[in-house]
């Protein structure tokens, strides 16, 4: 009907580095993000972080836990999840290379993360937004 709106929800929303900013008032928890953002995909863990912000594990622990509301872990295995569905939708990868590229340590622990977080395998994943990115 002429005039009418329809509202669409998007499929997928792929942030930019630009934009995947978390303004954090504190320096050890922005660093943190920071370090995530750039290094989650090879591999590191809390303990690599700890040592690159420069703080203890427990009071990373505490202030992400009052700035961000989750674990450093939390945030480095979403932040792998996230571009492990960018691969899975973008490219043909095997989910193999995608597990390596998003810093798994195997394509069976990310299918079980993936699994636990997003409610489906990745395959099925990569079945349902296939070709409806945009």
Known sequence: MPGE??????????????????????EDVSAAVRYIRDYACQGIDVGDL??????????LERKF???LNCTP??????????????????TDLT???????????????MSSV???FMGQAPR?????YRGKSG
């Open 5 to 26: 709106v329809y509202r669409v929800p998007p499929i997928w929303v792929a942030a930019r580095r630009s934009t995947d900013v978390v303004a954090v008032p504190d």
């Open 50 to 59: 700890v040592t690159a912000v420069n703080i203890s594990r427990s009071m």
């Open 65 to 67: 836990k009052k700035f």
């Open 73 to 90: 872990h939390d945030l480095i295995v979403r932040t792998r999840l996230r571009r492990a569905q960018e691969l899975l939708i973008q």
């Open 95 to 109: 989910i193999e290379n995608v597990a390596t590229l998003s810093g798994f340590s195997s394509a069976e622990y």
């Open 114 to 116: 993936f699994h636990r």
């Open 124 to 128: 099925d994943f990569r079945k349902a």
